[in-house]
């Protein structure tokens, strides 16, 4: 979604802004701009389309130490240079870029800029006239900001420049991710801090409806009333190389082929030295406590929760229910007596599941989030956080993330139930470690998922996935993938219900693909494969060994059962990426979509 990135220092802003925005492109964008100032003015330039458009339109001469840039995803008006950021007010004075959604805009452009020509149909443009309106009134630039500021409802992160201050950067947030990075002589700001990371490591969090006066040298932090706020800054521990696709052609290859080094990471960073679980007292207790579990969360989030559930209540014995963050938020259902809410989200920062989130906490309720960005909105108001250790996920399509929510919530799990005195035969540590060994064996069979794909998925308007039990639940993940990145037209159904509607879709060629990694369902999915097959469908099955028949199209290595997601998903993966592959689709960067969504 948006991205923010500002500089006020020695260097040239305009590499450092343009360097950044491409770092914040995997976020998803439809259009980018940046503003930087010097002696002579406010020079603006914006572009509908991508990061090297700009590039090729920012004057190559243009020198000045400080300015902001942004890579926006419409909400208010469609992708186009007019409502791309920044935006200046009407006399140009000031620019501004924003992340997020002012609700009350109607209001504050019918109350406070009545009869005015606004330039763009954007939410944002009304935050940067009202602060020229008020600023109109007051006289002081700091008062008209915080005053603006308190007339918001919504969400924002917001950089903003005074044409007649080139020592300073305004920056405010409220439910949008900002942060300020701290360097020698210089500072910046950024909605992510993947986007500063060759500047600095240093960063310092703003909290909701706090004001940073960002200067070369310092950076003061002030509640919207005046008065000062105290923060230790700390180090973001991203590896600048990891945020590079190094001799991959794109991110989504390199992170699937990481999954196996993911997994053994997660088993080091939760092994205690006596190779029992390391996790929180707190969290232990946490789950301990809970009569039944919310989990919360959306799209491939929402996938690997589904696992979870299983896990939590076959090894637990806790009944666990699974929600989209996006429904639970405005439909609440009868909540148990001792709630435990687990929010689990990649980037830490979708807007929906931190929606019910503040509902939740409001309630009284606790809750734990399970991210891969410590740090993030979630894992700050949530009580506990557990780590996926995953490293950056750039791609927009979720493929490693998922694998470390299943292998995490796996360990949870297994934690929970020794808590309780339940004794298991199952040691998640030493299992994971058998899947990271299968993982490999797949990943380093790309070519076979290749050719599936091509037979399948070239020409196709549609296709099906089937699955029962855990297997559904890799189906629904294997359709999100193939139509979040190659555009088909995609649905992952339990085999059982096939005959209850669906089938009537299947005609002569439908690719239908079909995973059996459960013994007690294999021979049910496979009288489900033949009664497509006998309609027409081009169909396929991938099995685990053990479960294996003939004609088969891939026999996945043998995992714990309870594990085989880990497993049976990463065919699904590489199927995915094939097919966007050679239906020529942007696979980094699927049309449409963003990779962290900061809004409702
Ligand atoms: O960062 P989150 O895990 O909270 O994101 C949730 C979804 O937006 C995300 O999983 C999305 O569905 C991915 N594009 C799937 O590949």
Request: proline share 3%; aromatic share 6%.
């Amino acid at each position: 979604m948006c991205g923010i990135v500002g500089y006020i220092g020695e260097e040239n802003s305009k590499d450092i802004l343009l360097n950044g925005l491409e770092k914040l492109e995997y976020r998803g964008y439809d259009s980018a701009g940046i503003a930087v100032l010097n002696d002579a003015g406010m020079n603006v330039f914006k572009v509908k389309g991508r990061i090297a458009a700009l590039r090729d339109q920012v004057d190559d001469e243009v020198q000045a130490t400080m300015g902001i840039g942004h890579t926006r995803w419409a909400t208010h008006g469609e992708p186009s240079v007019d409502n791309a950021h920044p935006h200046q007010s009407l006399s140009e004075r000031f620019t501004l870029v924003h992340n997020g959604v002012i609700e009350n805009y109607y209001e504050i452009r019918d109350e406070y800029l009545k009869n005015m020509d606004l330039k763009s149909e954007t939410d944002t443009e009304i935050v940067v006239q009202l602060i020229e309106q008020l600023y109109e009134e007051v006289h002081d630039v700091q008062q008209a900001f915080r005053q603006a500021l308190s007339l918001l409802k919504g969400s924002y992160a917001i950089a903003l420049v005074d044409n007649e201050n080139s020592d300073m950067i305004y920056v405010a947030k409220n439910k949008s991710p900002l942060l300020v990075g701290l360097g020698d002589g210089f500072n910046v700001v950024a909605s992510d801090a993947m986007a500063t990371l060759k500047e600095t490591d240093r960063y310092v969090e703003i909290e909701d409806k706090e004001i940073v006066l960002v200067k070369r040298d310092q950076v003061q932090i002030q509640k919207l009333d005046g008065t000062t706020v105290e923060r230790e800054s700390y180090v973001a521990e991203i590896d600048a190389a990891d945020t590079e696709k190094g001799t991959y052609p794109h991110f989504m290859l390199k992170e699937i082929d990481e999954q196996p080094l993911v997994i053994r990471k997660i088993i080091q960073e939760y092994q205690d030295s006596d190779d029992t679980i390391k996790l929180d007292e707190d969290i232990r207790k946490a789950m301990k406590k809970a009569d039944r579990i919310y989990i919360i969360a959306a799209g491939t989030s929402y996938h690997a929760g589904l696992v979870g559930k299983q896990f939590i209540e076959k090894l637990a014995n806790i009944p666990v229910e699974v929600h989209i963050a996006s429904e639970f938020s405005y439909n609440m259902p009868l909540l148990s007596e001792k709630p435990l809410f687990i929010y689990i989200s990649q980037s830490g920062e979708t807007a929906d599941s931190r929606s019910v989130l503040v509902q939740t906490k409001q309630l009284g309720h606790p809750a734990l989030t399970v991210t891969n960005v410590p740090g993030s909105t979630l894992s700050r108001e949530a009580d506990y956080t557990l780590h996926l250790h995953a490293g950056p996920e750039i791609a927009v399509a979720s493929t490693k993330a998922y694998t470390a929510q299943i292998a995490v919530l796996a360990i949870l799990a297994v934690d929970t139930a020794r808590a309780k005195g339940v004794e298991l035969a199952f040691d998640p540590l030493q299992e994971l470690g058998i899947v990271a060994s299968a993982m490999e064996s797949l990943t380093d069979q790309k070519e076979s998922f290749e050719v599936i794909a091509k037979d399948m998925f070239e020409t196709t308007r549609n296709a099906f996935f089937i699955g029962r039990g855990m297997d559904y639940f890799v189906v629904q993940e294997a359709a999100l993938k193939l139509k979040e990145i190659s555009y088909i037209q995609a649905e992952g159904f339990a085999g059982g219900e096939l005959k209850h509607g669906t089938i009537a879709l299947i005609e002569d060629g439908t690719p239908v693909i079909a995973i059996s990694t459960q013994d007690n369902v294999n021979l049910s999915i496979r009288g489900n494969v033949q009664e497509v097959a006998a309609r027409g469908a081009n169909a396929c099955v991938v099995s685990m060994k053990g479960l294996e028949k003939d004609d088969d199209s891939f026999v996945l290595p043998q995992v714990h059962e309870l594990l085989t997601p880990l497993v049976s998903v990463i065919p699904m993966q590489l199927l995915a990426y094939y097919a966007a592959l050679h239906r020529d689709c942007d696979v980094d960067k699927p049309r449409n979509l963003a990779k962290s969504v900061t809004v409702e």
